[in-house]
Structures are given as C-alpha cells and as structure tokens.
C-alpha cells in the first residue's frame, strides 16, 4: 500500500509503521523515518518557540506521490507512507513521517532516504520560525540541494 | 490566468492569489514573473531576485523557460524548506 497524507493533526509512527505490514507476510524490512521540530539550530543559538509550515495545497499531495512513484520504479518497494505536517509546531512536535517496506533491508532504507532528500527540496512547504525577537521565514540550505542531487 | 503566491512571495505581494490576463509576447514563466515585477513595489520586492524564486504550473515545477502553454494555474514562491 502507497499512502501520501498531508494534515495539520499529529501522526503516531509506530502505529503507522504497523499498519504498512499488517496482516502481510512478504516484508521483511521496514524503515521508519521521523523528522521533528527542533529547538535549536546551534549551541548557544536563540531557541525556537515554534515552527509554521505553509504549503501549497493539492501540489504538496501529487509532488510526494511523484517522488514515492520515482523510489517505486527503483527500489522493489512493497508499501510506503508519507506523512507531512503542516501549521504551527513547537520543539518535540512531529513534522514529517516516511515509512518503507521491502523484502530486504537495502531497498527500505535508500528509499526513505531518497524521499527524504527529494521531499526537502522539491515538497512545496515552506517553514517560518519564530523566536523571542520575531519570525523569520527559514533559507533553502545547499546541502539540501546536494542531498538530492547525489541520487542522480 | 490564477496566480499563487506562497511565504515571503505572498506576503511581499500581499496577496495569497489572484487572476491575471497574460498580455500577447508574455509566454514564459520568466517572462510573466517579469511583467507581474512592474505591477507595484510589492511584486517588484518579491521579483527583485528572479533567479531565487521558483515556480509551479498547475502544480507541477517548472523552469524560467517553461512556456506558459495552456495552464490554468501557476504559482511562485521561494526555495521548499519542508521536511
């Protein structure tokens, strides 16, 4: 089973994980990715209070199906999950969820690790952090980009 | 055609969206970022660097040079910071 959600509601990854093998006995490998909202950027950095993620509905959703099409025609995947929040997080709040399941270790875990790279740069969300001092929209990193590009 | 605007491009903007006749010689998304940059200082502080902002058309992304074709819908916004 492939599933993309987008939602402004928390996500249990274990229950999530669970539900990808469920009732099926030809897994063997499943590889759950979580990212979450972080306090602090650098030691000794202003901490973050919380996070908003604006994205762009109805393209959020068919972007990650595309990028979880693309680690299908590569990798022998059995199921995924893709889950992606978006609204206001504070420090400890789950953001985003990639689960895959193969029949062997390799194929799970480069898969979540290609989506996770792709959906950084090409998801259409945009996180803007808010500090005591005010809020800033947060800058694209280029170690993101190179993420990505190594899978070419 | 329905133009979208996303974080700091809609709020420089100060619009989330809004319906735009393309004029006759615009035919790419560069090429209409750039007239949508001489509507007002907004647009313009959002286009001040077209090389950063990136755009979609009918939510699928595209380059400076994409033509506009027959879409219905494009959207500009900065660099994706999800994940």
Known sequence: MFTVRIQAQDFDPAQEAAALSRGRTDIGAVVTFTGLCRAQDAPGGAPLIALTLEHYPGMAEEEIGRLVEQARARWPLIGATVIHRYGRMVPGDNIVLVVTASAHRAAAFEAAEFLMDWLKTSAPFWKMEERDEGTAWVAAKDEDDDAAERWN | ?83
Not at chain 2, 27 to 44: F, N
Not at chain 2, 57 to 75: Q, S
């Open chain 2, 1 to 83: 055609m329905k133009v979208l605007y996303f974080a700091w491009v809609r709020e420089r903007i100060g619009l989330e969206a809004e319906e735009v006749a393309v004029p006759e010689g615009v035919a790419t998304v560069a090429e209409l970022a750039a007239h949508l940059a001489a509507r007002g200082e907004g647009y313009a502080r959002a286009f001040e660097n077209p090389r950063i902002v990136r755009a979609a058309l009918d939510r699928r992304h595209a380059r400076p040079d994409t033509p506009l074709g027959g879409a219905r819908e494009i959207a500009f916004f900065p660099p994706m910071t999800g994940g």
